[in-house]
């Protein structure tokens, strides 16, 4: 809905600041009206009142220098009152009311410096109470309490500053309490009950700090499979299946468990030595072979770990220390074959690492150092020839590095630093004629280039500047004969051109 706004402005008194009304409509015919504010030095001062398209109020309250002082009403179409709001200087102060559309009171709350304070009250639609929530200055203090909308209780619990701490009660919508227990500092502490709906225990933890033991458990029919803290019992799915079993010792998950797939299969064998997994692990595919093998140290894998593909083969292996991988560790490819071995350390790559085709013939060679490339690094062909040698540090190409054709013909040579191509380069074909020679300055070609065909006669040859052909450059065919000449300025031709025939008889003259 597009905006349609007048502005009146009245002068009062002359040298004394201009008001203005400010009137928005609903329509470009401006018969309705849709908000009406006064602005005094560009801010909101005095009466504002918002419309429906209807006509009928929506808003109404009073500005002083742009803050909001007083009372402040909304309401739904119909005039029933929504929202009553007081404000002095633009912050919420003392009692703010919310209604539903049926004219119940949806919710009443208490502000001090726009913080909120004292004891709010919620309400359902039907009039029911559904919470008390007191606070103190902007914090939550005391017994909060919550209703299912039949009047039984929901929820009760104790802040103090802001966090829960205290007693908790929870109840079903039957009246029949859910749990019980203390808060200390936002955080389960000491022993908890839990209850089925029917009032029968469900089972009792102990919390201790960060640890939750688990001393009673019982099912629906009162048989208890944990009692004390110790027992074995199995967990089920809703279709029925199992979805894991083991035992407890002392409240703690204790020696081996398993957990299955929804589907019924294994998905998981793990050890625990109270309540921290300890020991072998095995991991399934749901086609039932082994995913991943290896020991746990206090909750973390630790030791030597292996890893299988889908068609049951190796895919890596190696040492993990705190779930990091330190030491050698090896990978294949699908076909078994090995893929690369190296070292990590804190679970990054460290030391020498060596790469191999997939016919097991060795692809590139190099040292890591905080997972980034460094010193000397070789690449071949996989008959063993040479493809690459240069060095990092750093993780960035440095210094000069080669490269090889197939046939063993140098291919390219030239300097890098931080990265970048800088300095000298060279490249050949490979029948052992020069390609290029140049310079690199940053990355980009720079200063004078010469190309050659691979018969060894010169092709073209000239200056770059940042990366683009600047001053005199010459082109030759490949007899040996001029083919044109000019001059480039910020790799355009610039200036005359003169071009020749293959003959090198000179053909014609451009500007």
Same mark, same amino acid.
Do not use: H
């Given at each position: 809905m597009k905006k349609y706004i007048l502005i009146i402005v009245s002068l009062l008194i002359p040298g004394l600041s201009s008001a203005q009304l400010? &009137?928005?409509?609903?329509?470009?015919?401006?018969?309705?009206?849709?908000?009406e504010q006064n602005m005094k030095d560009g801010m909101q001062d005095g009466k504002f009142t918002a419309w429906y398209e209807t006509g009928e109020i929506a808003k109404e309250g009073f500005f002083i220098k742009g803050a909001e002082n007083g009372k402040f009403i909304s309401y739904y179409p119909g005039k029933k009152i929504k929202v009553e709001e007081n404000y002095v200087k633009g912050k919420k102060q003392g009692a703010c009311k919310y209604w539903y559309i049926n004219g119940n009171k949806a919710q009443e709350t208490f502000f001090k410096d726009d913080k909120p304070d004292s004891t709010w009250t919620g309400w359902y639609e039907s009039g029911k109470i559904k919470s &008390?929530?007191?606070?103190?200055? $902007?914090?939550? =203090?005391?017994?909060?309490?919550?209703? /299912?909308?039949?009047?039984?209780?929901?929820s009760e619990g104790v802040f103090k500053n802001n966090t829960a701490d205290g007693a908790y009660s929870g109840w079903y919508s039957n009246g029949?309490?859910?749990? =019980?227990?203390?808060?200390?500092?936002d955080e389960e502490s000491g022993f908890?009950?839990?209850y089925f709906r029917t009032g029968k225990p469900k089972q009792e933890l102990?919390?201790?700090?960060?640890?939750?033991?688990?001393?009673?458990?019982?099912?629906?029919?009162?048989?208890?499979?944990?009692?004390?803290?110790?027992?074995?019992?199995?967990?089920?799915?809703?279709?029925?299946?199992?979805? $894991?079993?083991?035992?407890?010792?002392?409240?703690?998950?204790?020696?081996?468990?398993?957990?299955?797939?929804?589907?019924?299969?294994?998905?998981f064998l793990v050890n625990y030595l109270k309540g921290k997994k300890s020991g072998k692990c095995i991991n399934w595919f749901k086609s039932g072979v082994v995913k991943s093998e290896g020991p746990f140290v206090n909750d973390k894998k630790n030791g030597y770990w292996k890893f299988y593909n889908?068609?049951?083969?190796?895919?890596? =292996?190696?040492?993990?220390?705190?779930n990091d991988r330190s030491g050698k560790w090896m990978y294949w490819y699908k076909n078994g074959a090995k893929e690369s071995e190296g070292y990590y350390k804190k679970d990054l790559m460290d030391s020498l690492w060596t790469y191999y085709y997939n016919d097991g013939a060795k692809w590139k060679q190099g040292s890591y150092k905080e997972n980034m490339k460094t010193d000397l690094w070789t690449t071949w062909y996989e008959d063993g020839k040479k493809l690459e040698e240069g060095s990092y540090i750093s993780g960035k190409e440095n210094g000069t590095w080669y490269s090889w054709?197939?046939?063993?013909?140098?291919?390219n040579e030239g300097h890098f630093k931080a990265g970048k191509m800088e300095g000298s380069w060279k490249a050949w074909f490979p029948n052992k004629s020069p390609n290029y020679e140049g310079y690199f300055k940053d990355d980009l070609k720079d200063a004078a280039w010469k190309y050659f065909f691979d018969s060894g006669k010169i092709k073209e040859e000239g200056s770059y500047k940042q990366g683009k052909k600047e001053g005199h450059w010459i082109a030759w065919t490949p007899y040996g004969f001029k083919d044109s000449e000019g001059t480039y300025i910020d790799e355009k031709p610039n200036g005359l051109w003169t071009y020749? /025939?293959?003959?090198?008889?000179?053909?014609?003259?451009?500007t």
């Open positions: 400010v &009137t928005e409509y609903w329509d470009i015919a401006q018969t309705k009206k849709k908000s &008390t929530e007191p606070y103190k200055t $902007g914090k939550k =203090e005391g017994l909060w309490v919550y209703y /299912y909308e039949n009047g039984q209780k929901e029949i309490k859910q749990k =019980e227990g203390q808060y200390k500092a908890w009950k839990e102990q919390f201790e700090g960060k640890d939750v033991l688990l001393m009673n458990l019982w099912f629906e029919n009162g048989d208890q499979p944990i009692k004390n803290g110790n027992g074995k019992f199995t967990l089920v799915n809703d279709n029925g299946k199992k979805k $894991g079993e083991g035992k407890y010792k002392d409240g703690r998950m204790d020696g081996e468990w398993i957990f299955y797939l929804p589907g019924g299969e294994k998905d889908e068609a049951g083969k190796m895919q890596m =292996e190696g040492t993990l220390t705190d054709f197939d046939n063993a013909v140098l291919k020749y /025939y293959e003959t090198g008889v000179k053909s014609m003259e451009q």
